[in-house]
């Protein structure tokens, strides 16, 4: 069932030019910046949620020096709801990188992109081939799904092993022209129609090579990893109220939710005397009892946070005003543009 690089790139480019996706706002003006912004975005999130946030995000930086120019906090106040902040932080850092150390001109080569924050072999092949119709592999995880499945592997993607050898195959099929087309292609593929559940191998292009089709193991391949049970953590959301104002706290630059803002969180569930000993010894702030908000969970990638948000007012602030850099007292019905994380953004709409 082998097939030569060149008829497997005609089936792609043939399908690419009938079913291909054409209409993305990355797909019309390309530049290296363009595709980089959307392939960082389209990172572990889907592609209509990244559409509105692409368009926003262009709108206010529209080209690299704007990026690089602008306050970390008002980039990460665009990306609020996306997720996986470092991809944000990363973008910033690569930008003012490219103004400083490729006087301002995105790389035109495969090693000088992968050297910039954020982007590895798989990305920098992505805005590569497709800004600059290279040729370069790339093996994201519909591509690697795609290519597990025609070409047979049944070991676990996840596996060093697998990794070099899908890698192998996906530099092996790469044409030398239509670069942009053929990576687009792959990855459409993969999105729409060798998808994970029900591969729709009657419309793919690959079918009559394809060695998962053939051997019945579309359910089997690529092999799943047993699902892990995340832990579930517990925090409770110190929503200091005074004067329609709750005090925010900014997050370290490392970790969840870093360089975001955030309110003050004490670990476990809400308990008036700890909350009291917290506010007191921790903030210098007299609080009256709490009323709890609905308690919700968020999930990140390693672990649940059972979140329980408790509204507190606070008695009365210290003479000296308690705002610096690294917290404010914000008004939800006048909001800045600050990045807040998703469940704080929640809670806020709440408190209106
Ligand atoms: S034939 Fe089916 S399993 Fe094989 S690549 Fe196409 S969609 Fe995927």
């Not at 389209?42 to 949620?49: C, D, E, F």
């Not at 006048?334 to 709409?349: A, D, H, T």
């Amino acid at each position: 069932m082998t097939i030569r690089p060149s008829s497997f790139q005609k089936l792609i480019l043939n399908w690419f030019d009938k079913h291909g996706r054409k209409h993305f706002p990355w797909q019309h003006n390309k530049t290296p910046y363009r595709v980089w912004i959307s392939e960082i975005m389209l990172q572990q999130t889907q592609v209509n949620t990244v559409i509105p946030y692409y368009q926003t995000f262009m709108q206010h930086f529209p080209d690299l020096k704007s990026l690089a120019n602008a306050p970390l906090d008002q980039v990460l106040h665009l990306w609020a709801g996306l997720g996986y902040y470092t991809r944000a932080r990363n973008l910033h850092r690569a930008a003012k990188m490219v103004m400083e150390q490729f006087n301002g001109q995105f790389p035109d080569n495969l090693a000088a992109i992968q050297t910039l924050p954020g982007i590895g072999p798989s990305t920098a092949g992505a805005i590569f081939s497709i800004a600059l119709n290279q040729p370069a592999a790339i093996l994201d995880g519909n591509v690697k799904r795609v290519l597990a499945r025609f070409q047979g592997i049944a070991q676990s993607i996840k596996d060093k092993n697998t990794v070099d050898e899908l890698w192998k195959w996906a530099k092996h099929y790469i044409p030398s022209k239509r670069c942009a087309d053929y990576t687009q292609a792959m990855m459409d593929i993969g999105a729409t129609v060798c998808t994970r559940s029900n591969p729709q191998c009657n419309l793919c292009p690959l079918n009559k090579h394809c060695i998962a089709y053939h051997q019945n193991m579309t359910h089997l391949i690529p092999v799943k990893q047993a699902t892990k049970t995340l832990p579930v953590r517990t925090a409770t959301f110190l929503i200091l109220q005074h004067k329609g104002q709750v005090l925010l706290h900014k997050r370290p630059p490392m970790g969840i939710w870093g360089g975001l803002w955030s309110f003050p969180e004490i670990a476990g569930e809400p308990v008036n005397e700890n909350i009291r000993t917290y506010c007191k010894q921790q903030l210098k702030l007299d609080v009256h009892p709490f009323n709890l908000l609905p308690s919700f969970r968020h999930t990140f990638s390693h672990y649940h946070l059972d979140i329980h948000p408790a509204i507190i007012p606070v008695k009365r602030l210290p003479i000296r005003i308690m705002e610096d850099e690294l917290q404010i007292w914000y008004n939800p019905d006048e909001p800045k543009s600050l990045g807040l994380p998703k469940p704080i953004q929640v809670i806020m709409r709440e408190l209106k």
